[in-house]
């Protein structure tokens, strides 16, 4: 693999920054990208989860998702990484999570990849729901 390495000077750096670290974090885009997408319908505004009653499909929890076991429709366990949760996005029946109906669209082919990084980014970042 080739690259360049580029030095600038503490002004040069400085105004580089200011062009471009001005817009939002990855996170942020995919917190829009999240709604844009009608994923919060089903998955709560914050990833918090949706549930029956009015209508409201229900979905698996976001909030606190990343890095945490998932059991699966079939009784295996899996860590909630980058890959599982881009497969979810994806590929939704290759790994059903326990306890919820199948009813999550397929996202192959809808989603750039750009977006879908910016997505798992905006899920990656839900911390856990306090308990009240």
């Not at 670290?21 to 709560?44: E, I, V």
């Not at 750009?114 to 856990?128: F, T």
Request: charge should be negative; proline fraction near 8%.
């Amino acid at each position: 693999m080739l690259g360049d390495i580029v030095v600038l000077s503490d002004p040069d750096y400085q105004t580089w920054l200011e062009q471009n670290g001005s817009g939002p974090t990855l996170a942020q885009a995919g917190q829009s990208l999240f709604m844009h997408y009608g994923c919060s319908g089903c998955h709560g505004g914050n990833g918090v989860g949706g549930n029956q009653s009015a209508g409201t499909v229900r979905a698996p929890p976001l909030a606190g998702l990343y890095g945490s076991p998932v059991t699966l429709a079939d009784g295996t366990i899996v860590a909630a990484d980058d890959r599982y949760i881009r497969d979810c996005i994806l590929m939704p029946g290759t790994q059903r999570v326990a306890g919820y109906p199948p009813l999550m669209p397929s996202f192959a082919g809808q989603i750039g990849e750009e977006d879908l990084l910016e997505i798992i980014a905006y899920i990656k970042s839900l911390a856990p729901e306090e308990p009240l």
